[in-house]
């Protein structure tokens, strides 16, 4: 069974700050997702990657795939960065998602 | 863009009653999923379906839960008898391939009294 944990579980910065969540999971992948959650509930897709490192304006995701771990990275962060950031992960050949936890980020002025 | 999207947004519901949810999945997607989401708990994957038939589902998909493509375009989750602990957020997804990004639905909340 594989669990994937995040940290921290909650993150107050302010606006501007450089921000980092991280992911682990215990069992081999094909491929891990970040995702966002906003307050009204909705889930949308950031990243999915299966090596190395990806980038979209201020967010950058990588990955390391001997130690099982990935980060998600926001520079300068803003208020509209608020949401809950979770991390899922796929493994082997299925192609259900385990999600983890979360991470709420508040960020303030 | 295309998008996916579900109804109703909001579900009440008697306990022991049936409710159909429903998605309308990306149009050229072929992997269609459901997942739910326990008020204060994470993301749990319920069903994946690909040519028109169930490829994986989890424990939670037990005899109440059915999903069904009945036309080309909509993609359904019944629970027939529904019961307390089925109240949840209940989000469906859609991806091109099997290994491809999935894109999800607003999401249907559905609450069982």
């Known amino acids: 069974k594989n669990e994937v944990e995040q940290s921290p579980q909650n993150l107050t910065a302010q606006e501007g700050e450089f921000i980092t969540i991280n992911c682990s999971y215990s069992v081999g992948i094909s491929a891990l997702h970040w995702l966002q959650q906003h307050p009204g509930g909705g889930i949308v897709s950031l990243f999915m990657?299966?090596?190395g490192k990806k980038k979209h304006g201020r967010l950058i995701a990588t990955i390391n795939i001997q130690e099982k771990h990935s980060s998600l990275h926001i520079t300068a962060s803003h208020p509209r960065d608020s949401a809950v950031y979770i991390c899922a992960v796929r493994a082997g050949t299925a192609s259900k998602l385990t999600f983890g936890t979360g991470t709420r980020l508040q960020v303030t002025l | 863009e295309p998008e996916v999207t579900q109804t109703p947004s909001h579900q009440v519901t008697q306990m022991g009653q049936e409710v159909i949810l429903r998605c309308v999945p990306i149009s050229n997607h072929l992997y269609f999923y459901w997942y739910r989401q326990i008020l204060g708990q994470k993301v749990e994957f319920l069903v994946s379906?690909?040519?028109?038939?169930?490829?994986?589902k989890s424990e939670i998909f037990d005899d109440q839960f059915s999903v069904e493509r009945p036309d080309g375009s909509n993609f359904t989750l019944k629970i027939r008898s529904t019961k307390l602990e089925d109240s949840a957020m209940y989000f469906c997804?859609?991806?091109?391939?099997?290994?491809?990004?999935?894109?999800f639905g607003p999401g249907t909340r559905l609450l069982v009294l």
């Open positions: 379906f690909y040519n028109n038939e169930i490829s994986e």
């Open positions: 990657l299966s090596s």
């Open positions: 997804a859609s991806s091109q391939g099997g290994k491809e990004t999935q894109y």
